[in-house]
């Protein structure tokens, strides 16, 4: 860690005697710190919270860790002191303890003559140094280190504020000490990258979907010829039923009764007679006379007995 380089800028310049006879002073001084110039009372100690710049690719090489600087210029001495290193909420910062103790920063040259301690208190978002010594350190340099994690969503242009808070500053003699407080910041520096919107992606329709040729529909199924019937059985031919016989009856008064006379005609085919012994329709004259008195005598008889019964 460097020292404070100091400068002359303007040339009037007073001392802590000078100040507390004729209560002026008139002094204007450059002071580098950390390779910064700031305009500082040289009548006062000067606790300075640096203004630190890192560039954005060095702060992700360094997984997002930046060391952070509390530096003391134009030192007149002083002894016991209470110092604080506040940053705010918002930032999100995380402080990494360092050495094999944990502790929440490194103690510089200007605190190395004074027991000095740090104490990490993140619910109050600040780094605290507590010093005490029995002589005052009159050297410029470093106060402390307290190293930072600053979260992954930092960008190039951020710009954390950090400042300075006393409570007490004081010489060997338990005397207050003058003092200036300056405030610093961490700036993430670097080329922003111009991001090219990404062409928007051309949509392709999708061919308009051929709708399928309508299903043929299977031809219609030809019915089966309708089955010839079989022919219808030709009935045999009817049975020519036997003629049916008349019998004709004559009835021939005699003095015996009546006597029937038995002829039969055939149905079919003229007025042929049909002897009942079954001649032939041509007939025998004599044959047929000797039959109808053979009827005759017949019928007689049946009527005598007939007669005879009555």
Request: net charge negative; glycine share 8%.
């Amino acid at each position: 860690m460097s020292k404070s380089i100091l400068s002359k800028v303007a040339a009037v310049a007073c001392s802590v005697a000078s100040v507390i006879a004729l209560g002026v002073c008139a002094s204007a001084e450059k002071l580098e710190v950390n390779g910064t110039n700031y305009d500082l009372d040289t009548s006062k100690v000067n606790l300075v919270a640096t203004k630190n710049t890192v560039d954005i690719k060095d702060l992700k090489d360094a997984e997002y860790k930046v060391k952070y600087d509390v530096e003391v210029a134009n030192n007149t001495g002083f002894g016991p002191c209470g110092v604080r290193l506040v940053y705010p909420k918002e930032a999100n910062l995380e402080v990494v303890p360092q050495g094999t103790k944990k502790k929440p920063g490194i103690v510089g040259a200007v605190g190395q003559s004074l027991m000095a301690y740090l104490t990490d208190n993140p619910e109050e978002y600040n780094v605290a140094l507590g010093c005490a010594g029995m002589e005052n350190t009159e050297e410029n340099g470093v106060f402390f280190t307290v190293e930072f994690k600053l979260p992954e969503s930092a960008k190039v242009g951020d710009k954390i504020p950090m400042k300075i808070e006393v409570d007490k500053f004081l010489d060997e003699d338990n005397k207050q000490v003058a003092y200036n407080l300056v405030d610093g910041y961490i700036e993430i520096i670097g080329t922003v990258p111009t991001t090219t919107p990404a062409p928007a992606p051309t949509t392709t329709v999708a061919p308009a979907t051929t709708v399928a040729p309508a299903t043929t529909a299977a031809p219609a199924t030809t019915a089966a010829p309708a089955t010839t019937a079989a022919p219808a059985t030709t009935a045999a031919p009817a049975t020519s039923a036997a003629p049916a016989t008349t019998t004709v009856v004559s009835t021939t008064s005699g003095k015996g009764g009546t006597v029937a006379n038995n002829n039969t005609t055939a149905a079919t085919g003229g007025n042929k007679n049909t002897t009942k012994a079954g001649a032939t329709q041509t007939g025998d004259t004599g044959a047929g006379v000797a039959v109808a008195a053979l009827l005759l005598a017949a019928g007689t008889a049946v009527a005598a007995a007939k007669k005879k019964e009555d």
